[in-house]
């Protein structure tokens, strides 16, 4: 089957860096663009619609937080930012940039096509299939209640909102203080340990009804996400 060429853009001012990514992009059949100013992004963007953009944060011209913002003003196409520091994701995330994903230098070119798969396999999925929700999970919001296959699961109401709040960002790392603002309406803090144990918790549950998916992951030092 032949399928349609995905553009990628790769914004990268690294030279060695921006080549590196295209040959392993281009391995994947895919076609690759790259830019190294950051003052020429928007344009092409609005011009040529990629498909997906890899846009490093630190950039001469403009850095990778006022582009992103900028084709949020008129696209809705995938933007995975590259930061140097693990520290800076926190602090992006905080932004709520849109980005649907974040890559640390220094990465293996093969973990970055994988992550660009991923998330070409996710905007590709129809309508429908979303509306079928993960894995078989249904949530009603209005009576409170997740079932899985039909199953009824008996969750608390702090394990009802985190699910329902990472499966509205499916692939999207939230951080705990994220999830700490949809989970607790009071505004209540709670430390990270306690957010820690109502993910286990929901990750038991879960397990219970689907013993072979492993649907939330940690991200080490930041938060989690739903895949
Ligand atoms: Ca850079």
């Not at 011009?47 to 490093?56: N, Q, S």
């Not at 992006?92 to 940039?97: R, T, V």
């Not at 079932?147 to 699961?153: F, I, K, R, Y």
Request: glycine share 4%.
């Amino acid at each position: 089957m032949i399928r349609p060429e995905h553009t990628i853009l790769i914004v990268e001012d690294e030279p060695k860096i921006a080549r590196l990514l295209a040959d392993y992009l281009e391995q994947a059949a895919f076609k690759t663009h790259c830019l190294d100013d950051g003052s020429t992004v928007v344009d092409w963007v609005r011009k040529h619609e990629p498909d997906l953009i890899l846009l490093d944060l630190m950039l001469p011209g403009k850095d990778g937080l006022a582009i992103c913002r900028e084709v949020r003003e008129f696209s809705q196409v995938p933007i995975l930012m590259v930061t140097a520091r693990v520290e800076e994701i926190d602090r992006l995330l905080g932004l709520e940039l849109g980005a649907d994903d974040y890559i640390c230098k220094p990465f293996s070119p093969r973990e970055v096509v994988a992550r660009v798969k991923a998330v070409m396999r996710r905007i590709k999925r129809t309508p429908e299939e979303t509306a079928a929700g993960y894995r078989g999970i249904t949530i009603d919001a209005d009576s409170f209640r997740v079932s899985v296959n039909n199953e009824l699961l008996d969750l608390t109401p702090v394990e009802f909102r985190l699910l329902q709040t990472l499966s509205k960002y499916p692939g999207r790392v939230l951080t705990r203080n994220q999830l700490m603002d949809v989970v607790y309406t009071d505004g209540r803090v709670v430390s990270d340990r306690t957010m820690d144990s109502h993910i286990k918790n929901l990750r038991r549950k879960l397990a219970e009804v689907l013993p072979d998916a492993e649907l939330i992951h940690s991200v080490y030092g930041i938060g989690y996400r739903l895949e």
